[in-house]
């Protein structure tokens, strides 16, 4: 049996793509992940379907938050042989009471590990463009918490004290007592006119930065409408914040963007608007599932050889099909007396990856696109077999058959609602969005009756459409379509969003 471990795992702060590489295959591994409150929940989608979820500040049994507990809580799962990871923001070690987790679990003789992470001490001043070592400016910086009991008479030593201290001055956990950290920096002898810059939420969408003179930026912080968590940085590393202030100028920086595809195919979409700077916020309305059935598909595998063109609609299909021939023990040779046409660029790449180039894919990469493009290919008589989804619309064979070709259609792949869809998007609804996306006719049918075809709901959230058929197919649905893509590519409908928002 394995033995059980606890691994202390820093997230990093905001943006999940600062968990570093060995928090990731732990976070994939664990068996349980007893996560902080303040994590972003888009990490969690690492881990395991069957993995154990606890929120340390919402225990289970009535249990309260306490430290106790959550130590308690780690030493009885590792005790029961599991893989248990302790997930905090930042890194375990700063502030996190990391150390105390680590003492509690060497007492109880648990094994234990550290995965560093990154601190939010450094990363939040990075993302709003404040250097803490600067050749000109710094050449060091100090780390203090700003949760401390002021007035107790050894603090007072201890401002005076950080007030000399040479370079950046970064304080965690002080924005509800800026002020009077402000006023005993500057009682304790830091120049008035000290720059400075506070930083709050940094690295997530809501994140909100200003700089300006020690002796202001208190003021100018809530006037401009930070809150906790926040980092507050001191020095004239601070003037930086004004040139370099790279995250919050990303074009889509704020912008909660929905994406709706299938969970195992958001992924692309959302990550070229992540590096646009916008929050993807991904609604799983469809998931790909495997046929329960497999009779008719196999029997017309077998008789490929019989076809004249075997035409893809999406990657879907594709690994449907290939995978499924695969399995049956024959291979990618089974195209080979056919010709092989596919929708665009995503499904005529998957075709490749398997080995399979694709003769035919229209400019336009649209089902209609493909039916014209194999129109004036010549389909009169030919015979089509037609893979596709069990929710597929009967445009595109009807368009092939009135076109004179002799059309098979075989589903390949089911489509389902995944669990939870409803809830995740009603919520997501509530927090606010900024746009949805369609990337198929299918997103829109699927999320339209996960809203149960009330377009109300999305009342002023732009909607993105990657292609005017995908676009005709949410205007039918009452949806006012304010996007639609150049080209009907991923990375097409997200630059069609960043230039819708950033008006250029
Ligand atoms: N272990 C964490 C710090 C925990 S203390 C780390 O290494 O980052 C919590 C404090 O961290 C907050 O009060 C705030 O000062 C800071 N903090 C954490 N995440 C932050 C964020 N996204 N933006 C601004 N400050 C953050």
């Known amino acids: ?32 992940v007893v996560h902080d409150r303040l994590i972003d929940m888009r990490l969690l989608d690492h881990c395991r379907p069957d993995v154990e979820l606890v929120d340390a500040g919402k225990f289970p049994g009535g249990r309260g938050q306490t430290q106790a507990n959550i130590s308690e809580l780690l030493i009885e799962r590792a005790g029961e042989g599991k893989r248990v990871v302790r997930l905090k923001g930042g890194d375990p070690f700063i502030f996190g009471r990391g150390g105390e987790e680590a003492e509690a679990l060497r007492n109880a003789r648990i094994p234990y590990e550290i995965s560093p992470g990154v601190t939010s001490a450094v990363a939040v001043p990075a993302y709003a463009g404040i250097p803490l070592t600067h050749r000109d400016h ?30 950046t001055l970064v304080i965690l956990m002080g924005w509800s007592r800026a002020e009077e950290i402000v006023s005993a920096l500057i009682a304790a002898g830091k120049p008035r006119d000290t ?7 940094g690295a997530t969408a809501d994140q909100k930065s200003v700089s300006g003179r020690l002796d202001g930026i208190v003021i100018s912080a809530e006037r401009a409408g930070l809150g906790a968590p926040a980092v507050i ?68 595998l077998r008789k490929l050889s019989e076809f004249d063109w075997v035409a893809f609609t999406s990657a879907n299909a594709v690994s449907a099909v290939c995978g ?110 900024d746009a949805i996306t369609f990337t198929s006719s299918s997103t829109v049918t699927n999320l339209l009756r996960l809203l149960d075809h009330d377009v109300s709901l999305l009342s002023g959230v732009t909607v993105a459409c990657i292609g005017p058929v995908t676009a005709a197919t949410a205007s039918s649905y009452g949806l006012k379509v304010d996007i639609v893509s150049r080209v009907a590519a991923t990375y097409s409908l997200a630059d069609a969003i960043a230039e819708h928002f950033t008006g250029q």
């Not at 720059?195 to 939420?201: L, Q």
């Not at 291979?331 to 005529?348: E, Y």
């Not at 009807?398 to 998007?425: C, F, K, M, W």
């Open 324 to 433: 499924r021939l695969m399995e049956t023990g024959m291979d990618m040779r089974a195209f080979h007396p056919v010709k092989v046409a596919a929708v665009g660029r995503a499904t005529s790449s998957e075709l490749l990856n398997r080995g399979v180039r694709a003769d035919l894919m229209p400019d336009r990469a649209t089902s209609n696109g493909l039916a014209s493009a194999l129109v004036e290919y010549g389909v009169g008589g030919k015979r089509i077999l037609l893979p596709r989804s069990d929710i597929a619309t009967t445009q595109f064979p009807d368009s092939l058959r009135s076109n004179g070709a002799i059309v098979s259609e075989v589903e390949a792949y089911r489509t389902v609602t995944p669990d939870g869809a409803i809830t995740a998007l009603r919520e997501a609804i509530c927090q606010g969005v």
């Open 1 to 32: 049996m394995n033995e059980g471990r606890v691994y202390l795992v820093g997230a990093g702060p905001g943006d999940p793509e600062l968990l570093t590489l060995r928090g990731l295959r732990l976070l994939r591994n664990a068996d349980v």
């Open 195 to 201: 720059p400075a810059a506070i930083v709050s939420r």
């Open 138 to 167: 710094a050449s060091g910086f100090t780390v203090i918490t700003g949760n401390v009991a002021l007035g107790r008479p050894e603090m007072d030593t201890d401002w005076s004290a950080v007030a000399r201290m040479p370079g």
């Open 233 to 300: 940085v001191v020095g004239e590393v601070a003037r930086l914040h004004e040139r370099l202030n790279w995250y919050e100028e990303l074009p889509l920086f704020g912008r909660r963007i929905m994406v709706t595809r299938s969970r195992t195919q958001a992924s692309v979409l959302s990550a070229r608007l992540a590096e646009l700077g916008a929050y993807p916020v991904e609604i799983p309305t469809i998931e790909i599932r495997t046929l329960e059935d497999f009779t008719e598909l196999d029997s017309y």
